[in-house]
């Protein structure tokens, strides 16, 4: 189910990223209200990891993660998510 490995960071104006917390990436996980089935293939690893099911388009999740982060002051109005999806090794 969970087949891809994705890493999770706020970018801020400058450029600069930074890993999201585990504790934040859970609380989308967990506690979201999309009504959208397709998050419940998530499973928070690390901070700014997190696998995720073959179904799960990366463009939704941003979006989606990126509302749910702001709705909980996680994330300034002036950063953004970055979501990539990475290799087992890194």
Do not use: S
Request: aromatic share 8%; net charge negative.
């Amino acid at each position: 189910m969970f087949a891809r490995t994705v890493r999770i960071e706020a970018i801020n104006t400058a450029g600069e990223a930074r890993l999201c917390p585990l504790r934040q990436i859970d609380n989308f996980a967990m506690r979201n209200f999309t009504n959208d089935a397709v998050f419940d293939d998530t499973l928070p690893l690390a901070d700014g990891v997190m696998e995720i099911g073959n179904r799960v388009p990366l463009p939704l999740l941003t979006e989606r993660m990126e509302d749910w982060f702001r709705r909980k002051n996680y994330l300034h109005e002036a950063e953004r998510l970055r979501i990539t999806e990475t290799t087992a090794k890194e």
